[in-house]
């Protein structure tokens, strides 16, 4: 019998399912699989895409000749779970019941934990997700939001934060647990989380406040947001979409693509400059409040995600925060590796997968 070497991790988007193949740290393989808007336009509910994004899945390792006998696990991007401590869990019946209801909020991730574990359970072979969006370890005090029926919760790009931070300690000779960081996470959606010793106390969550980004509205003036609600105008499909999806720089400028404003700002459009520059502003803003949350103890201040490839946006926020930290600069993001090797911890026995329904509360 051929040894099972490989883990494949998988990782759901809005747009995309990314799949990679890994042989201890190695990426063998990797791919985008892409999803057309009118594809995913057929479907009503995210997990209602699960046949689909499992099928193109298998298909791809068809076409590249991968055996599922190769396979000695199956990793997924974790979603929009209740709330619970970092680290890589064993994907369960009851978690997969809490994705499918969606109870918190539809996410493409949800799909993760689904995908992972239908691949995995044809083969007899675990599967896991780590470090999923609904990692919470905000501290007592970055749970009040000023409005008692509606507690701060959070939703974090924790996968990409948590590996970032594990290899700047790693840059910075020191142990993981004794390093303070602000992660400023640049994506479509942005992070900016003070990360003390490992863990994510605090962040601004990406689809409700903080900055504005190129697709989401971060936080907006309450008053109005309400009398807009109310006014008749909009549904609440169209009220979420303007806040997600269809805010930032696409409400803005019509486009999500950092580089496409440049270009514009490149050829004088005075508009897309002060928006775009608006958005490195509020970046920066907020990574000073989460610098006072580190009582301005902070090793590194680590910018990524898709905008970290940007010299414009970096410099820009460069200028306004280097006062307070180093900035390091990691563009993109360590997802896929981060799965790998989330997954990688347990089956060597470095770690122990922990289980949700033992981390959760699962009677809120
Ligand atoms: N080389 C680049 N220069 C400037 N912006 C970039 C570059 N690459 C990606 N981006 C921008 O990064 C953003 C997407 O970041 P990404 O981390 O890929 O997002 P997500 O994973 O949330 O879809 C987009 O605004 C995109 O235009
Ligand atoms: C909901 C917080 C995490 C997040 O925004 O992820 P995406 O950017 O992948 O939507």
Redesign the pocket.
């Known amino acids: 019998m051929k040894p099972r070497e490989y883990i494949l991790a998988v990782n759901p ?3 995309s399912t990314k799949v990679a193949l890994f042989a201890g740290e190695t990426n063998i393989r990797q791919k985008s699989l892409n999803h057309s808007p009118e594809e995913i336009k057929k479907f009503d509910r995210i997990s209602g895409q699960f046949q689909f994004r499992t099928g193109m899945v298998l298909n791809w390792l068809r076409e590249e000749a991968i055996e599922l006998g190769s396979l000695s696990a199956v990793v997924g991007r974790g979603g929009i779970l209740r709330p619970m401590p970092g680290g890589t869990y064993k994907v369960t019946d009851i978690m997969i019941e809490d994705l499918k209801s969606a109870s918190r909020e539809e996410h493409a991730s949800n799909l993760g934990a689904m995908i992972a574990k239908a691949i995995a359970d044809r083969e007899g072979i675990p599967s896991f997700i780590v470090d999923p969006v609904a990692v919470d370890e905000f501290e007592d005090l970055a749970r009040i939001s000023g409005m008692r029926e509606i507690p701060r919760r959070s939703l974090v790009h924790a996968l990409n934060v948590k590996a970032v931070s594990r290899r700047i300690a790693k840059q910075y000779n020191k142990r993981l647990e004794d390093i303070n960081l602000i992660v400023a ?5 942005i992070t900016i989380a003070p990360v003390r010793g490992g863990k994510i106390i605090d962040a601004n969550v990406a689809n409700d406040m903080g900055p504005f980004s ?1 697709e989401r509205a971060g936080g907006v003036p309450v008053g109005d947001l309400i009398r807009l609600i109310f006014s008749g105008k909009y549904n609440q499909k169209e009220i979420k979409k303007k806040t997600v999806g269809e805010a930032g ?1 696409v409400a803005y400028l019509g486009t ?5 404003v ?1 270009d514009r700002i490149r050829k004088g459009d005075e508009y897309a400059k002060i928006i775009y520059e608006s958005m490195c502003y509020q970046v920066s803003k907020e990574i000073g409040s989460m610098a006072a949350v580190l009582y301005g103890k902070v090793d590194a201040i680590v910018v990524t ?3 970290a ?2 010299e ?2 970096v410099n820009y926020i460069s200028k306004m925060v280097k006062f307070i930290a180093p900035v390091e600069v990691v ?3 360590d997802e896929m590796l981060a799965l790998a090797q989330g997954a990688a911890r347990v089956i060597n026995g470095e770690e122990i997968a922990k289980i949700y329904e033992d981390e959760v509360e699962i009677n809120d």
Do not use: V
């Open positions: 988007g809005s747009t996470h640049l994506g479509g959606g190129p720089l999500n693509d950092a580089r496409e440049e995600g898709g905008l490839y940007s414009y946006f563009a993109g993001e």
